[in-house]
């Protein structure tokens, strides 16, 4: 492969949707020029205003002043023209639709078109890097960032190495987001869901087979993961959460448990007919809640204020406090 970029100064981002407006604010609030991208002209249009919202909750939150949030809605740029998105950028991060042809259709063409050296991120939650990578005549220049939404707060990045990923795409990647304030994590096997999604869909599965035997409502069940573990999980996550509780205990606690626990590979069935019906949550105004009649727009402002509160309390934290494994 072509040598790695020497630095990170410009981006693009392919996909305006959820994902891609958010990790463009993210990469423009850290000074970058970045250059949006999609088929879609409406939803190009959209991501406008999208971001003009958070970067208004972020100037709100005390978070970023006022002529710093216009500098950042200033250095995105919006194309529907891929060739010209990637034109001269030193990284490149696609946030399609999570379908894996799709993806692939997309890095042949980055192929083609993006520059030598430009690394190529694929935003995927937990297809293969690999099989993305393959699409490409360099997959050696492939890597996964998975982000978390909405990825302008979320400090984690997931950088995922596929079999073909260079280590100085690795290196670069992983030093490129620390830089930017991120909290990258490096993800060593290509395996599916990563670390972060695998754990969130062990933890929901658990939480629908609840509902579904009626053990709780929704309301006590999310309650039960904010009010406890949820509670504790941003200062200690898993293994330090357990080596405080100590070793003995979990040994104990898992005989007994893992037993209970739901192995099901099927989704539940009041997933399945809420998917049937429509009900897809806050978008469409129903889901495992009813959400009619609430404007999105203030609920995700609202969700991101309080993120942000949180963000406050996790950057104040001496995370190199930990000890060493």
Aim: hydrophobic fraction near 40%; glycine fraction near 8%; avoid cysteine.
């Amino acid at each position: 492969m072509s040598a790695t970029p020497a630095r990170i100064d410009d981006a693009a981002v392919l996909g305006s949707g959820v994902m891609g407006h958010g990790i463009a604010l993210a990469f423009a609030l850290d000074g970058h020029r970045v250059s949006l991208y999609d088929v879609n002209e409406d939803l190009l249009a959209e991501s406008e205003g999208r971001i003009r919202s958070v970067l208004d909750t972020l100037v709100s939150a005390g978070e970023v002043d006022a002529d710093d949030a216009d500098a950042a809605a200033a250095r995105i740029t919006r194309t529907t023209s891929l060739s010209d998105a990637v034109s001269g950028v030193d990284f490149v991060t696609e946030a399609v639709v999570e379908e894996l042809d799709v993806k692939r259709e997309v890095f042949a063409e980055l192929s083609a078109h993006a520059p030598d050296d430009a690394i190529l991120a694929t935003n995927t939650s937990g297809l293969s890097i690999t099989a993305v990578a393959d699409a490409t005549d360099d997959p050696e220049r492939v890597v996964g960032t998975h982000w978390f939404n909405p990825p302008y707060v979320v400090p984690l990045v997931e950088v995922v190495r596929g079999e073909e990923t260079a280590d100085s795409v690795v290196e670069t990647t992983y030093d490129f987001f620390e830089a930017m304030g991120k909290t990258p994590v490096h993800v060593e096997k290509d395996i599916p869901g990563f670390i972060g999604n695998r754990i969130q869909m062990a933890m929901i599965y658990e939480a629908f087979s609840l509902l579904d035997r009626g053990v709780a409502s929704a309301e006590a069940i999310d309650r039960a993961v904010k009010a406890g573990f949820g509670f504790r999980l941003p200062l200690l996550g898993v293994f330090e959460k357990v080596d405080h509780s100590g070793l003995d205990v979990e040994h104990e606690v898992e005989q007994y448990l893992l037993p209970e626990l739901d192995r099901g590979t099927e989704s539940k069935d009041v997933l399945n007919e809420a998917v049937e019906n429509g009900d897809y949550g806050l978008k469409t105004g129903a889901g495992v809640y009813d959400w009619e009649g609430l404007d999105p727009g203030e609920i995700y402002d609202q969700r991101d204020e309080a993120l942000l509160a949180i963000l406050d309390l996790y950057d104040s934290y001496d995370m190199e406090r930990t000890p060493r494994t």
